[in-house]
């Protein structure tokens, strides 16, 4: 009589157990784009703002983390719920996994939560060197518990509005994609991060008398670059790690899939940095490393939703578009709009995402339509339209309750003086910054916002502008 082995009797367990352990490996590389992003947003404020941009970075992870595991998640799980046909509402379910300690309870919550504190933590680099500490805490929390959650709850999880079962998937007969998040996440971060940055103001010299943009140098070319391939990193367990199953309950490994995914991300980063630099090169006459950092990164925000998706010249066309458009976007937002969005981060995050989930039809692999082209293409610009549409609603009414209780802006004395010491009683490079040094605007070699600056007698340039 033969026996089972445990191997092959416990193979959905052993399975399930491969897979939760990828899940935590995944979410600890999340994590790390933490720290990518600080590095990328302090390289590109003056040094005497460095440390209240770390200081921001840290807390929507220290209380981004807490408000989302109290509220936020349990949030999320409530909209999924209201935007359901024939769905319970059920806000006592909603809350279980605080008390779950199982995989599907803990981890899972933890999986939720790395991507929630990526689109809180987006916002600081569009609002940074000018607002209220006490302020941007307050909109960290909003982020986290009521913004941000409810994208996920729409889209994700095969509820909410946006899925295939949900009212608007429903009335379509399809559902929305957006694989890991480039609309649910990154535009979500984007756009907040654009009302900010309009409602607090532009920093003090940003515009002349004229209205025209003037370059206000950031402090380091080198941590902007190096935060920029932190962050890269990261992502590979960003997208990557979304494809959560690599080893089905029949045994089956996910090769394949996981193959797909790895693959599109890491040409859509080649493609995007590729059209950035060939575009800088055009418009400022040498290409710009930081206009490359930013289009890398824009190629990875196109192809977030689309990775699993799309064929391998579909990730790097979407790259390319991306990356092409980031800087012409920039100056739109800067010159046109009058928005001093310090890192672009509506242009790396917001409309790079917008534009990339919007397309994914267009690139599809073979098998993954389910319907024709202009159904899906329908569904996609409806759900970039859906989640625009609230994020900049919700976040208008939050920056403007921020403002009412604790003013948006720091004073000018106090901004001329930089937030590290009249927010923080801190500086960051206590060595060299002072009335001359490092902090001042006529001393730094790069811009904050990806162009030249020339400071010894040369011409100050703002992505390739004469200013």
């Known amino acids: 009589m033969s026996v089972a082995l445990p191997l092959q009797a416990g193979i959905e367990a052993i399975s399930s157990g491969v897979n939760y352990v990828w899940i935590l490996v995944v979410c600890f590389l999340i994590f790390f784009m933490q720290p990518g992003f600080a590095l990328l947003e302090a390289g590109q404020v003056r040094a005497k703002n460095v440390g209240n941009v770390l200081m921001k970075n840290m807390t929507d992870w220290v209380v981004g983390v807490l408000v989302f595991f109290i509220f936020g998640a349990a ?87 946006l899925s295939s079962n949900g009212f608007i998937g429903d009335a379509l007969g399809v559902g929305y994609f957006d694989f890991a998040g480039a609309t649910v996440v990154h535009m979500c971060g984007g756009l907040a991060g654009l009302v900010g940055a309009k409602m607090v103001g532009a920093r003090a010299g940003r515009f002349d008398s004229n209205g025209d943009s003037q370059a206000i140098p950031g402090h380091s070319m080198l941590l ?54 060939v575009v800088s090169a055009a418009w400022q006459g040498k290409p710009d490393p930081l206009w490359t950092a930013n289009g890398l990164l824009a190629g990875l925000v196109a192809v977030t939703g689309a990775v699993p998706h799309v064929t391998w010249w579909g990730g790097i066309l979407l790259g390319l578009i991306a990356g092409a458009l980031v800087l012409p976007t920039f100056r739109w937002v800067v010159d046109s709009l009058k928005i001093d969005d310090v890192c672009g981060v509506f242009v790396v995050h917001g409309s790079s995402g917008a534009i990339g989930t919007i397309l994914i039809p267009v690139f599809a692999a073979p098998g993954v339509l389910s319907a024709g082209v202009g159904t899906h293409l329908a569904m996609q610009v409806i759900g970039v339209a859906v989640i625009g549409i609230w994020t900049v609603l919700a976040s208008i009414v939050v920056f403007g309750i921020a403002d009412a209780l604790f003013g948006l802006r720091v004073s000018d004395a106090e901004e001329e003086e930089g937030l590290d010491s009249s927010e923080h009683g801190i500086s960051a490079y206590p060595e ?17 916002d990806g162009g030249r600056v020339e400071t010894d007698g040369g011409v100050a340039t703002d992505g390739g502008d004469n200013e």
Not at 235 to 253: D, I, K, P, R, S
């Open 224 to 277: 902007a670059v190096l935060g920029t391939l932190f962050l890269a990193f990261g992502w590979y367990g960003f997208n990557v790690g979304t494809q959560a199953t690599v080893l089905t309950a029949e045994g089956e490994f996910m090769g394949a899939a996981l193959g797909r995914v790895v693959l599109n991300t890491t040409l859509g980063m080649g493609a995007g940095g590729v059209a950035a630099m």
């Open 75 to 161: 949030f999320s799980a409530m909209i999924g719920q209201l935007t359901t046909p024939g769905l319970a509402f059920d806000p006592a379910g909603a809350f279980g996994y605080i008390t779950d300690p199982g995989a599907a309870g803990w981890i899972d919550w933890f999986f939720g939560a790395v991507f929630a504190m990526t689109a809180a933590t987006i916002v600081s680099g569009a609002v940074a060197e000018r607002m209220n500490f006490t302020a941007y805490v307050f909109v960290a929390v909003a982020m986290t518990a009521v913004i941000y959650p409810a994208m996920p709850g729409i889209a994700w999880g095969g509820t909410g509005l």
């Open 432 to 448: 060299f910054v002072g009335d001359s040094g490092a902090g001042s605007r006529s001393s730094g070699a790069v811009s904050a």
